[in-house]
């Protein structure tokens, strides 16, 4: 268990719904970071939060959107959902950013199923 | 941005012989290399990791070289077991970014 929760596991929905994925980072952890796992693309970084802030942009797309809440807890919502969405989300969290070499721990991770 | 590349893709090799996957990066800032492990349907799971003021670190049957110069870097297990069968992730992270920029993987089959 890396400490890291991620809620729910699954989520089967519809194209062009919306929804929100949760994320609560290791106690202490300041960073959060998102990431997507498909098939085709491989493991891919989505966007970093640091104790609130927006830190780092990857590969994420216009339809999704993050925030940090005060209480460390993120959240990635996703929306217009496409087939092309589904996928396994998981969350990390380190107490430093990476940059300065802080090991980045994994949560179970959100599989989304768009149908 | 990073760009990871990761060779194999499938790597079979009989139980107590030694593995080595591959990793090359191309953003020289990169300052910062760990592997994961993955399970089918689990997390990634950090097993090592490299800082870029390091050539080699080793834990156990585990060890990782980083070569900064060409950079690329290499996971080598020996003695190798069957619960080493899993996907393993080289990433690189630095020069300002903090995300990880992972390989595409290698299917790490451990034949009895």
């Known amino acids: 268990d890396s400490g890291v929760t991620q809620t729910p596991k699954h989520l089967i929905t519809a194209t062009g719904q919306r929804v929100t994925l949760r994320c609560s980072p290791r106690s202490g952890d300041l960073s959060v970071y998102w990431y997507q796992q498909s098939l085709d693309q491989g493991l891919q970084f989505l966007i970093q939060?640091?104790?609130?802030?927006?830190?780092a942009k990857g590969n994420i797309l216009e339809r999704f959107s993050a925030q940090q809440f005060p209480d460390l807890h993120s959240e990635l919502n996703l929306s217009s959902l496409e087939l092309g969405d589904s996928a396994l989300y998981f969350c990390a969290s380190s107490a430093v950013t990476s940059g300065r070499g802080g090991e980045q721990f994994f949560g179970p991770g959100t599989r989304l199923t768009v149908l | 941005g990073e760009n990871v590349e990761q060779h194999p893709s499938t790597l079979s090799v009989q139980e107590g012989d030694s593995a080595v996957i591959k990793c090359t990066y191309s953003?020289?800032?990169?300052?910062?290399f760990p592997w994961y492990k993955q399970e089918l349907g689990k997390r990634p799971q950090l097993i090592i990791d490299i800082r870029s003021n390091v050539g080699e670190k080793k834990d156990q049957r585990i060890a990782v070289t980083l070569n900064k110069t060409a950079k690329h870097f290499s996971l080598h297990i020996t003695e190798t077991q069957p619960e080493d069968s899993a996907v393993y992730f080289c990433?690189?992270?630095?020069?300002?970014?903090?995300?990880?920029?992972f390989g595409k993987g290698t299917h790490l089959i451990i034949q009895p």
């Open positions: 990433a690189a992270v630095g020069g300002g970014a903090d995300g990880l920029t």
């Open positions: 939060y640091y104790n609130g802030e927006e830190r």
């Open positions: 953003d020289s800032a990169s300052n910062y």
